[in-house]
């Protein structure tokens, strides 16, 4: 593998960095005691998910229908967000009775760090194993997670500019927006190892996508399906969204968290304009809730906008919050204003569930795959994630340091 200077990529973001410094918008204080509030209830809500839990498995879902936990091994794509909260819940109470739960659930990942056969591992892995290098200042979980980059990184097609999605269904080689929050992942493995190779593979898919995947209003397509001998796209699609020419609208707020993510790791401005635009698009869009909660497709027929997405919601606001430190002030102001909102919003009894109910889930009205009639209006283990990921960052807004 080629290597680059971690001196020259160090010098390109700090000159970058320059001509956008982040803003240091400051929290307000009764959001913060809402917050603090949460997080309390999130903890004890997380120790009665704790005991619901057999010792091998892992939370998807719950179905309040027959009180039904419904729950995964280690290789479904939500494995590492139920350890990763353990984790972010952790750093909050200081509580080891959830650091020690996180560190046993980690256990039954490890194999995951050798799995090349899928495209989620920063899901998996980084939201887990660097989360818990992150909270506990450690090098004990390097060698997993460089495997998993390594392991990732087979998935990349150089014809193609982008690592395949699944192996699976109709599509020769399709790729997901989703795939967008796997990159960071790979970045993290250039900064520890000096390696550049996955930092190209992140900065190409990520290019490769920008240019496929959105449409001249920066809503984004699902699925791409690329021809692998040319390159070329062979279809535009969807999976979990309305149609193939919906806006599906966690699909959009990936998009959002992922070029927020990509103008951090590499300080390009082309990935900031990206990331605005995708705000744009969400922010403005006539079929966004007055709540800011979204439906769970901006294009689904008015029959289907009653349900909502808390795990989009959630998303954006994470997104969101690490957004409006790198523009200026009045826009920043603008994209926390609507962190705010979400996060208020979910912690009222429409979307946060009382301690004790839920199954143990932290918040409710969350859509998973409604084509398939999956997860549909029940809670998910990456809304409770990405829910207490936005809480703790705008916690941190005033600090020095970037987020995560």
């Known amino acids: 593998m080629l290597r680059i200077s971690l001196l020259t990529l160090l010098i390109v973001a700090t000159v970058s960095g320059i001509a956008q410094k982040p803003v240091r918008l400051q929290p307000k204080q009764p959001l913060i005691r809402l917050i603090d509030g949460n997080l309390r209830q999130a903890a004890n809500q997380y120790k009665v998910l704790m005991g619901k839990l057999p010792a091998d498995r892992l939370p998807k879902t719950y179905y309040a229908m027959g009180d ?10 939500t494995s590492g967000f139920y350890p990763g909260t353990l984790f972010y819940l952790y750093e909050f109470s200081h509580d080891t009775s959830l650091s020690n739960e996180a560190k046993r ?5 490890e194999k995951e760090q050798f799995n090349k056969g899928t495209h989620d591992l920063g899901f998996m892995m980084y939201c887990s194993f660097g989360n818990a290098r992150h909270i506990f200042n450690t ?19 150089p014809k193609v500019g982008c690592i395949k999605s699944w192996d699976h269904g109709k599509w ?28 190209r593979i992140a900065v190409t898919h990520a290019n490769t996508t920008m240019q496929h995947h ?15 001998a040319t390159g070329a796209v062979r279809a535009r699609q969807t999976a979990q969204g ?7 609208a966690r699909g959009q707020a990936w998009g959002l968290y992922g070029y927020t993510v990509m103008y951090r790791s590499t300080h390009d401005p082309r990935y900031l304009d990206q990331a605005e635009h995708i705000a744009h698009f969400i922010l403005t869009n006539p079929n966004l809730p007055a709540d ?15 349900l909502r997405d808390a795990s989009a919601g959630a998303v954006m606001a994470s997104a969101l919050i690490e957004l409006s430190r790198y523009v200026p002030v009045e826009k920043g102001r603008e994209y926390l204003d609507v962190a705010e909102q979400i996060i208020v919003n979910l912690s009222s009894n429409t979307y946060h569930a009382v301690v004790g109910s839920n199954g143990g889930f932290i918040l409710k009205h969350s859509v998973g795959h409604l084509p398939a009639k999956s997860e549909v209006d029940v809670p998910l283990t990456y809304a409770d994630y990405y829910f207490v990921e936005a809480m703790l960052r705008y916690k941190q807004l005033g600090d020095k340091e970037s987020t995560r």
């Open 68 to 77: 039904k936990l419904e729950t995964s091994n280690s290789e479904w794509w």
């Open 242 to 248: 309305f149609s193939d020419s919906s806006a599906w």
């Open 139 to 157: 090098r004990d979980y390097d060698e997993i997670l460089m495997n998993s980059a390594r392991s990732l990184s087979t998935r990349f097609n």
């Open 105 to 109: 659930r980690l256990k039954l990942l």
């Open 214 to 228: 959105f449409r001249p209003d920066y809503s984004s397509f699902h699925v791409v399906d690329y021809d692998t």
């Open 292 to 306: 800011k909660i979204p439906v769970w497709d901006y294009n689904a027929p008015e029959g289907q906008r009653a």
């Open 172 to 199: 020769q080689y399709p790729v997901i927006i989703d795939n967008m929050m796997n990159l960071e992942l790979l970045f993290w493995a250039t900064h520890f190892s000096g390696d550049s190779s996955f930092y």
